[in-house]
Each structure stands twice: as structure tokens, then as C-alpha cells.
């Protein structure tokens, strides 16, 4: 099976930093892409980041140039640096793995496994 576990969400001020992180327990050996997502109240779930397994990155135009996504092999965890922080980008960000459809990297949320996500908030 495959369980995810978000952390690192807390309330920053607006142009600040967090670094959210994503442990990743993975017995089936089989998941090959990685992604961000945030939904905020009253919102759809929209991609933010994403990564495949030899390192290729997708990013979400609102978050190019402030977010970035890696991923510590050794250690399975996912992360997501997040500079610049706005207000709006206020949401609960969830960690996705195991796309459904073809291999890469996506911001499709056609993802099988989800953690219970960690929650940021910006203020102003």
C-alpha cells in the first residue's frame, strides 16, 4: 500500500517562506510521479507542482519562480519550498503519488493516492 503524510503547514505572513514536507510509504514499489496540491474553501483542488522519477518538474503558472518541488530518494519524503507567499495561496495543500494516467509530470489530480494534507494560511 501506499500511505502519504503531510507537515510543515503553519500561518505565515505574506512574503514569507515554508518548506512543506511528504513522507512517503510505498510498499508496491510502483509510483513514478509526485505532485503539490491546495484546495482552499469553496475551491476546486488545483496542482501546483509536480515531478516525475528522472526529475522532470511541472509548476503552475501562479507558482513559477517561487515554488519548488524536489524529492529525497534516500529518505522518501516529497517537498514543496515555498517563497514569496501570498494571501491567496491560502488552502489545505495535499501531497499526491501514483498518476493513473500516462507517466510524467502532472497537475491532472487523476492521482490514486492522497495524504490528509497540512494546512497553510497567509495573512496580510
Known amino acids: 500500500q501506499v500511505q502519504l503524510v503531510e507537515s510543515g503547514g503553519e500561518s505565515v505572513q505574506a512574503g514569507g517562506s515554508l518548506r512543506l514536507s511528504c513522507a512517503i510509504s510505498?510498499?508496491?514499489?510502483?509510483?513514478?510521479?509526485w505532485a503539490w496540491f491546495r484546495q482552499a474553501p469553496g475551491k476546486q483542488r488545483e496542482g501546483v507542482a509536480a515531478m516525475d522519477y528522472v526529475g522532470t518538474t511541472l509548476y503552475a503558472d501562479s507558482v513559477k519562480g517561487r515554488f519548488t518541488i524536489s524529492r529525497d530518494n534516500a529518505k522518501n519524503m516529497l517537498y514543496l519550498q515555498m517563497n514569496s507567499l501570498k494571501p491567496e495561496e491560502t488552502a489545505m495543500y495535499y501531497c499526491?503519488?501514483?498518476?493513473?494516467?500516462?507517466?510524467?509530470?502532472?497537475?491532472?489530480?487523476?492521482?490514486?493516492?492522497w495524504g490528509q494534507g497540512t494546512q497553510v494560511t497567509v495573512s496580510s
Open positions: 499526491a503519488t501514483g498518476f493513473r494516467g500516462a507517466p510524467g509530470a502532472r497537475l491532472d489530480p487523476a492521482y490514486a493516492y
Open positions: 510505498d510498499s508496491t514499489g510502483v509510483t513514478v510521479s
